[in-house]
């Protein structure tokens, strides 16, 4: 027989790190919604989507153009 156990916790982040978090997941979705975009640009023009590879070769182009996503760890 098998328990399940669940753990709660709760993070009381300082300002700076409030910050930091929310520069975090700024820059998550910022870079997920425009290679979600781009995915499906190219998925209509030739059926076939990007590959791990493509995105992750235009994601280093992507950092070099916005300086700012060079501010949050990768």
């Given at each position: 027989?098998?328990?399940?156990?669940?753990?709660?916790?709760?993070?009381?982040?300082?300002?700076?790190?409030?910050?930091?978090?929310?520069?975090?997941?700024g820059?998550?979705?910022f870079?997920?919604n425009?290679?979600?975009?781009?995915?499906?640009?190219?998925?209509?023009?030739?059926?076939?989507?990007?590959?791990?590879?493509?995105?992750?070769?235009?994601?280093?182009?992507?950092?070099?153009?916005f300086?700012?996503?060079?501010?949050v760890?990768?």
């Amino acid at each position: 027989m098998f328990i399940n156990k669940a753990y709660k916790f709760r993070l009381y982040p300082n300002k700076e790190q409030e910050v930091l978090i929310a520069k975090t997941i700024g820059c998550s979705r910022f870079v997920f919604n425009r290679f979600l975009s781009l995915w499906n640009e190219t998925y209509q023009a030739t059926g076939k989507g990007l590959s791990y590879s493509a995105c992750s070769s235009q994601l280093t182009q992507l950092k070099k153009e916005f300086t700012w996503l060079q501010e949050v760890d990768s």
